[in-house]
């Protein structure tokens, strides 16, 4: 898995590439230093799968962002990671762009 970070003030983007499971998920999680973040947004344009370890990393993001009173979104999944949103009931807990 590859991650790109780009910081723009208060924005957080986060560019994820490859495989985001078990093995990964830490690398994520190592990421999420969101002190002054008000926007995150998670950028899976190249994300080729996610796993439960994945969805996990996702909702401690949203859960220091809401506390923060900021945002978070996922933009660009692609139908396999927009399925698993779907089914697991996350597709109406995240903001899916």
């Not at 590859?2 to 690398?27: C, M, Q, Y």
Request: proline share 2%.
């Amino acid at each position: 898995m590859k991650i790109e970070r780009e910081l723009d003030g208060a924005r957080l983007v986060l560019k994820v590439e490859g495989r985001l499971d078990t093995n990964t998920s830490p690398d994520l999680e190592a990421e999420l230093k969101l002190d002054g973040v008000r926007e995150l947004v998670f950028d899976f344009a190249e994300l080729e799968y996610i796993s439960s370890a994945g969805l996990r990393v996702l909702m401690i993001a949203q859960k220091a962002m809401m506390a923060a009173g900021g945002s978070m979104s996922v933009s660009s999944p692609n139908a396999g990671v927009k399925n698993v949103f779907d089914i697991t009931g996350l597709s109406s807990v995240f903001t899916i762009m």
